[in-house]
């Protein structure tokens, strides 16, 4: 494929043959400080923010107090001596306090590092110290983090609640009107500095201006539907896709959002319901595990066929007539379910089959920290097997290679204190080197290939991309497996264990872990199962594509970044020790 692009305006997709695109979108000279002040205008005393605490109860902010809180945090960060363009760590749980510090660091001028509750101390210390940040303000309650552990204890250190809390004795008097004679952020300003986690080499750190966000949310805004948005949030606010579309978008729709700070299913389905959720952001891996979760109550109550044909008989009607079908369902989440939005990995197509028959809409969203948005299925329009096309101001070109590179007003200018990294990044006509492979269809909707660096380069020359033989074994049942070139021209699947196989408990031994199995008719089940579901891949993939041998993972999961994609490297390290392992590997 020679360099088919994808425009903005009127421009038509070239190769393959597709539909006309508008993806015109009008850019507003607005900043995230703006946005808040624009929705509490709108949305007044109607609830923004909540939080489930442990016991139970329901806290709730409202849109006018968020931003009387984030006012507040704002003054008592200039108070504490920072300066606009100073950095500053957050390290907390999601919650109402974590949001309104996000907006006063902004109103002060600050830079926000996030860092993630699941970040390891090494992680930690090196953002720490590329970011030059120079305070810290941290969560509290059980899952409060020890600065300390990270050798940050040195750090002038403050708690989100203390930044937040009502103005006590002391707090002057005149304390707004000086919060207005500050400038205010420009739509050009940095305010959010990133470092990606990666799955290999150092990470790099993304510097987001408020433009750069406002973009992509006024894209987002022609693809999502006009509900009236109630939403459950478990995913970090740490990360660049909540905050994004689960924080400032939300906002911006007058969404209510109650955060819980647990992924246990059962917690999450008594949030969902009893939040009347209408909407909620994913990725794969969490939509992945609620539908087995709501698979098993049907198993448990003894419908799985019956399950199974209405789904079948559902899937070839409109959504409200599926919703009808399974209202019994849709009672259990509270009644009035609508949209998912995933992204940050593969999503398997059965699982966004699955959501959609019983007649919830999948959104697929494609992009990386550096473009802030890149491509999006839509409301109306959402194909498994793609993840759409451009958001709304975003141009995308294939390489002839495949890669797959972006440009618009979403995309980061470049990496922190890094000119050489951002050099390497970019064209010189400005587009950004996004590392995947990728191809249009027919329709210039994008599908995706897999990573350019996990390409696998048979002896003839022909190219095969894992990510493809992966899908092909999720469709047959794998419920995950890494494609590897274990040497050359032979392809090697490690797979995770069948989920009804029980949890394999991982050990170190000489560095490696050690796969445990004491049940030797449980070994004959996982292989016949495993066995068959190789060859029922295989028969639909190409003759140089197909898998010769697999190997089992000698733990229950992956090893995962915090975005939970798989960290290739370890099981490529794992797989090509020479010593002997204790697997099972079958032709």
Not at 150 to 162: A, G, K, R, Y
Not at 214 to 224: E, K, N, P, S, Y
Not at 243 to 255: N, P, R
């Amino acid at each position: 494929m020679a360099n088919a692009t994808v425009r903005r305006g009127r421009d038509s997709v070239a190769e393959p043959a597709a539909v006309v695109h508008d993806t015109r979108v009008t850019m507003t000279r607005r900043t995230l400080v703006d946005l808040l002040e624009a929705a509490t205008a709108r949305y007044g005393d109607r609830a923004a923010l909540r939080i489930r605490r442990d016991d139970g109860a329901i806290g709730a902010w409202s849109y006018r107090e968020l931003d009387r809180r984030s006012r507040l945090a704002a003054w008592r960060l200039r108070s504490r001596g920072l300066k606009p363009g100073d950095r500053l760590l957050t390290w907390s749980a999601s919650c109402p306090e974590l949001a309104a510090v996000y907006f006063g660091a902004m109103r002060a001028g600050l830079i926000l590092v996030p860092l993630d509750l699941r970040m390891a101390p090494a992680t930690i210390r090196r953002i720490a110290d590329r970011s030059g940040a120079t305070q810290l303000a941290i969560g509290t309650g059980r899952d409060a983090p020890d600065p300390a552990e990270s050798d940050l204890d040195h750090v002038p250190t403050v708690t989100i609640d203390d930044l937040c809390a009502e103005p006590g004795a002391g707090f002057p008097a005149d304390w707004e009107k000086t919060l207005g004679s500050w400038a205010r952020p420009a739509p050009e300003d940095p305010y959010l500095l990133v470092f990606t986690s990666g799955t290999t080499g150092t990470p790099k750190g993304v510097v987001l201006a408020h433009e750069n966000t406002i973009a992509g949310i006024d894209g987002f805004h022609r693809l999502v539907p006009e509900i009236a948005y109630r939403v459950v949030s478990v995913l970090p606010l740490a990360h660049l896709f909540e905050q994004a579309i689960g924080l400032y978008l939300l906002l911006d729709l007058g969404a209510d959002v109650l955060y819980v700070r647990t992924r246990n299913p059962r917690v999450v389905f008594e949030s969902i319901r009893a939040h009347r959720t209408t909407a909620m952001i994913l990725v794969p891996q969490l939509l992945e595990v609620f539908w087995a979760g709501l698979e098993r109550e049907v198993q448990r109550q003894g419908q799985a066929a019956t399950f199974g044909r209405a789904r079948a008989v559902a899937r070839r009607l409109p959504m409200a007539a599926r919703r009808w079908i399974f209202r019994r369902i849709h009672a259990q989440l509270g009644g009035g379910l609508r949209l998912l939005v995933s992204a940050g990995a593969f999503l398997p197509p059965a699982v966004q089959q699955g959501w959609e028959d019983i007649g919830v809409v999948v959104m697929q969203g494609y992009g990386a920290t550096e473009t802030g948005s890149g491509a999006c299925t839509t409301w109306q329009d959402h194909p498994v097997g793609t993840v759409g096309r451009p958001v709304p101001g975003m141009e995308i070109r294939i390489e002839e290679d495949g890669e797959i590179l972006f440009r618009g007003p979403s995309v980061t200018r470049g990496y922190w204190e890094d000119e050489a990294a951002t050099a390497a990044a970019f064209t010189t006509d400005g587009f950004y080197r996004s590392g995947d492979l990728g191809r249009l269809d027919g329709r210039g909707r994008l599908v995706l290939h897999g990573r350019k660096r996990d390409i696998i380069v048979l002896p003839n020359g022909q190219n095969v991309f894992p990510e493809d033989i992966e899908n092909a074994l999720r469709v047959a049942g794998i419920r995950d497996s890494i494609v590897l070139e274990t040497e050359p021209g032979r392809i090697e699947a490690i797979v995770l264990a069948p989920s009804a196989a029980p949890a394999v408990p991982g050990a170190e031994a000489a560095g490696q872990p050690a796969a445990a199995f004491g049940d030797p008719d449980e070994i004959v089940r996982i292989r016949a199962e495993v066995d068959a579901a190789v060859k029922a891949a295989n028969a639909t993939l190409a003759v140089q594509a197909r898998v010769a041998a697999w190997r089992l993972w000698p733990e229950e999961d992956f090893p995962r970044t915090l975005t939970l994609k798989v960290k290739r490297d370890q099981v490529r390290a794992w797989a090509a020790v020479s010593a002997p392992l204790p697997v099972i590997e079958g032709a």
